[in-house]
């Protein structure tokens, strides 16, 4: 069975440091793996997706790795600010085309 | 464009009542999903479709819960003789097929709380 365990739970930086969440899986036959944020008390917003046969992605600030052999996968963001501020998910899509999420990361960005 | 929609965005609803959920993707989107996310849990995925069709449904909770889509659009999330626990923000989520290359967009949710 699938399990996506995502490590800190919540974390702390001060605005402008590089900071990396982390996302490990347990099952490496996957589809893709997706990172999300989600503010609060709103729905989520897709960030990145890289699918299997991909090693990385990046959009901006963000970078996202991915090492199916391995079961992990990070999120890096350069230049952190407050409006960075939101819970980080990730999400990967296993072959049975179940989605299973991890519970997140809350990243606070002290101004 | 227009992204996922979901009415109500808050429900209430009282112990033993039915409550129906109303999902509108993405125009063009053939994939759609529905999450539950409970206080303090992570996203728990309930069930997909592709098409009108759903090829799973072993994520539901119970056998109170179903889900249809008709006309490859809409899709509505019934819950039938509602209980506390299944108070949570129920999301939905739509993407051009389901396949590896295709992003997923969420909408606002529904909050439902069972009293």
């Known amino acids: 069975k699938q399990e996506v365990t995502q490590i800190p739970a919540a974390l702390s930086v001060p605005e402008g440091e590089n900071l990396v969440l982390n996302c490990s899986f347990t099952?490496?036959?996957?589809?893709?793996l997706q990172w999300f944020r989600q503010d609060p008390g709103k729905g989520l917003t897709s960030l990145l997706l890289?699918?299997?046969?991909?090693r990385e992605q990046t959009s901006g600030r963000l970078n996202a790795s991915l090492d199916k052999s391995s079961g992990r996968s990070t999120l890096y963001i350069a230049a952190s600010q407050p409006g960075d501020s939101a819970t980080y998910l990730c999400?990967?899509?296993?072959?049975?085309?179940?989605?299973?999420f991890g519970k997140g990361t809350r990243l606070h960005i002290l101004p | 464009g227009a992204g996922v929609s979901q009415s109500p965005s808050n429900k209430v609803t009282e112990k033993g009542k039915d409550v129906e959920l109303r999902c509108d993707p993405i125009?063009?989107?053939?994939?759609l999903y529905w999450y539950r996310q409970s206080l303090g849990q992570g996203l728990e995925f309930l069930i997909y479709?592709?098409?009108?069709?759903?090829?799973?449904k072993s994520g539901l909770p119970s056998d109170r819960f179903s889900a249809e889509r008709t006309g490859g659009s809409v899709s509505t999330l019934t819950i039938q003789r509602t209980q506390q626990e299944d108070s949570a923000v129920y999301l939905c989520?739509?993407?051009?097929?389901?396949?590896?290359?295709?992003?997923?967009?969420f909408g606002p949710g529904t909050r439902l709380t069972v009293t």
């Open positions: 099952d490496s036959a996957i589809y893709n």
């Open positions: 125009s063009g989107h053939t994939a």
């Open positions: 479709f592709q098409g009108n069709s759903a090829p799973d």
């Open positions: 989520a739509s993407s051009l097929v389901q396949m590896e290359a295709y992003e997923q967009y």
């Open positions: 999400a990967v899509m296993n072959r049975d085309d179940k989605i299973i």
């Open positions: 890289i699918q299997s046969s991909q």
